[in-house]
């Protein structure tokens, strides 16, 4: 990893940390590990991964001290209860992923906690909560999908005209808890059920957590939440193969690095995507 965050001090904020991961995900999961803890400014508490039942993973909690967590304890439903694909493609298990991360609440012992997505790793320093403010860090370009997924749990549309869909976010329990509540009580049944029948199955990119959570807090109070590009950079090369020249290169332009597997992801401009959420008024959200 690169050197540029020698000397900084941690903030006084604690927060957890939550990854889910797979067995498939082990080629970076050791290096995302190491970046958070040389590149979040706040002190971490726990970090939880939260996975299948894998001893390959459960070898590295133990050696990068972190806890375990059988991802078949975080939710009353498993992926097996998720009918979301077609005959060429199967999006249950990346839909559950994202399922488990939303009840994150239900693990994380600290007030926030920041999910990270198993195949990233961060390259420069980052910071979360500045002055009773949460940090988001956004892009330009989503699925217009998650924009009609979260019109139909929420009853209005998404306000923001940035993309949340960055591979990591710090979530506030307290925030996260009353989303939830909200779409049950919309919908008249657990939150979980309420997103999987709300998503167009038709559509490989259904529902996004991420663009969820950050429009609601967009919705109520936007000027308790501070907007930076993510300058992520998606790479298809091995983690591993990355030289520490090369890291100190690819961090003068980038924040973080995404070692995607998938092939089926496809680019949405946000030119495309501002149809779906312009020209509204920002109604809130009790």
């Given amino acids: 990893m690169s050197a540029q965050s020698d000397g900084l001090q941690k ?11 797979i067995d498939k995900d082990m080629g970076t999961l050791p ?35 972190c806890t375990f967590v059988d991802e ?52 420069r320093p980052h910071v979360f909560r500045k002055d009773g403010k949460t940090i988001f860090y956004y892009r330009s370009w989503s699925q217009p999908e998650y ?9 209005v549309k998404a306000p923001s005209p940035k993309s949340f869909v960055t591979h990591y976010m710090l979530f506030e329990k307290a925030q996260l808890t009353r989303l939830k509540k909200i779409i049950e ?21 259904g529902f996004s957590e991420y663009e969820t959570y950050a429009n609601y807090l967009y919705s109520k109070q936007p000027a308790r939440m501070i907007l930076r590009k993510s300058l992520n950079k998606a790479l298809h090369s091995q983690a591993s193969s990355l030289s520490e ?8 332009n980038h924040r973080s690095l995404s070692f995607h597997q ?5 680019r949405a401009p946000i030119s495309k995507l501002k149809s779906l959420v312009k020209s509204f008024k920002i109604k809130k959200i009790p």
């Fill in 147 to 155: 924009f009609r997924t979260y019109r139909k749990l929420m009853g």
């Fill in 245 to 252: 020249k090369q890291l100190d290169s690819l961090a003068k």
């Fill in 72 to 123: 078949k304890t975080v939710l009353p439903i498993t992926k097996k209860h998720i009918r979301y694909g077609t005959a060429r493609w199967d999006r249950s298990g990346w839909l559950y992923q994202q399922l488990l991360k939303m009840n994150g609440d239900k693990i994380s012992k600290a007030p926030f906690f920041l999910v990270i997505d198993a195949d990233t790793i961060l390259i």
């Fill in 11 to 21: 903030g006084s904020l604690t927060m957890d940390v939550l990854i889910p991961a």
């Fill in 262 to 266: 998938r092939k089926v992801y496809q």
């Fill in 31 to 65: 290096l995302v590990i190491d970046s958070l803890r040389r590149y979040v400014q706040h002190r971490i508490g726990t970090i939880y991964i939260v996975s299948p039942k894998s001893d390959r993973i459960r070898r590295l909690c133990a050696s990068k001290n």
């Fill in 185 to 205: 009580t919309r919908h008249g049944k657990p939150w979980y059920n309420a997103i999987i029948q709300s998503i167009n199955r038709k559509k490989q990119f």
